[in-house]
């Protein structure tokens, strides 16, 4: 693993195997250059280069896939596709933006400014009956029009970055 600093800008490069969970609380721009096992939850940029190899999943702010990557990956801002980019599992991205030439084998579920119980849920890789418990007892911010939750979806990422969930 490399650490390079560009002025204020974090740049890491994983060029070796790995297995395990890489989080970043703090914004960052990680390229994976090898083969990567595990949960990688990132905030900044994260590229999938051509070399790369990703059995996982992934959440990110901007996510670009070159490489191979085999599970569920979440972009909370933008997911692209580039021409080599061999994607086989889920994809949640606000923005997608797919190249000619990607592969694409799975479900695309596009995240939107506000969540239903049951998307939160998935969001959140969370049971439905605890999305319902922690928002009834005020735990979780959101709002109700008659009996139906809505949920912000930045509102939902604050709330999990600040150590609230499930408190």
């Known amino acids: 693993m490399a650490f390079k600093k560009k002025g204020e800008e974090k740049i890491i490069d994983v060029d070796a195997a790995m297995q395990g969970t890489l989080s970043f609380k703090e914004a960052v721009n990680l390229r ?9 939850d990132t905030k900044g940029n994260l590229t999938v280069s051509q070399t790369a190899l990703v059995f996982g999943n992934i ?16 972009a909370k801002e ?7 980019a061999v994607v086989d599992g889920e994809i949640f991205p606000v923005k997608l933006n ?5 592969i694409f084998e799975g ?3 596009m995240l939107h400014d506000f969540l239903n119980p ?9 049971d439905l009956n605890s999305i319902v418990e922690w928002a009834n007892s005020g735990k979780m911010p959101g709002s109700k029009n008659g009996d139906n939750w809505k949920f912000e979806r930045k509102e939902i990422d604050s709330w999990i970055a600040s150590g609230k969930i499930g408190k």
Request: charged share 25%.
């Open 32 to 40: 994976i250059n090898g083969k990567f096992d595990g949960n990688l």
């Open 59 to 74: 959440v990110g702010d901007n996510i670009v896939i070159g490489g191979r990557v085999k599970g569920r990956i979440t």
């Open 78 to 84: 933008r997911l692209t596709l580039l021409p080599s």
């Open 98 to 102: 797919v190249a000619e030439g990607a």
């Open 107 to 109: 479900k695309c579920s």
């Open 118 to 126: 049951e998307e939160l849920a998935r969001y959140l890789e969370v």
